[in-house]
């Protein structure tokens, strides 16, 4: 990502946020990261685990303006995860490596980015997400 893409979406563009990341894989964890705090936001906690996630937003603490998910965390479907988010009014997006149409037939109704990244498009997301945007 360059400097100025990354300035361009500092959070002057938008109310101060935090966002949960759930991945399973470290690298693209790392770089979700990086994305999230590069645009001036918070992270919320980042989970590879089903298990790890639903843990930290039952407690108390958890705070969460939206979360960016992977579809399939080491072998489980992050469904469950996805209609707790729903439950809590908390907007998220999707990463996946699965096509579209897979993705809706195991049962998920959030917005797709798809896998590999394509850093712009996530970025827009997120920005919906922050400014309000339900998935």
């Given at each position: 990502m360059t400097q100025t893409s990354v300035a361009s979406a500092r959070s002057s563009d938008f109310p101060p946020a935090s966002v949960l990341i759930v991945e399973d894989e470290t690298l693209l964890a790392?770089?979700?990261?990086?994305?999230?705090?590069?645009?001036?936001?918070?992270?919320?906690?980042?989970?590879?685990?089903?298990?790890?996630?639903?843990?930290?937003i039952a407690s108390n603490e958890f705070e969460a303006d939206c979360a960016i998910i992977d579809v399939n965390l080491s072998g489980q479907s992050a469904l469950p995860l996805e209609a707790h988010l729903i439950q809590r009014r908390i907007p998220y997006v999707i990463?996946?490596?699965?096509?579209?149409?897979?993705?809706?037939?195991?049962?998920?109704?959030?917005?797709?980015?798809?896998?590999?990244?394509?850093?712009?498009?996530?970025?827009?997301?997120?920005?919906?997400?922050?400014?309000?945007?339900?998935?």
């Open positions: 790392i770089e979700l990261e990086c994305l999230v705090e590069d645009m001036g936001l918070e992270v919320a906690g980042v989970y590879g685990h089903l298990d790890a996630a639903f843990a930290s990463t996946t490596g699965y096509m579209e149409a897979e993705v809706r037939r195991m049962g998920f109704a959030g917005q797709i980015v798809e896998k590999p990244l394509h850093i712009e498009a996530l970025r827009s997301e997120i920005i919906r997400l922050v400014r309000g945007g339900m998935a």
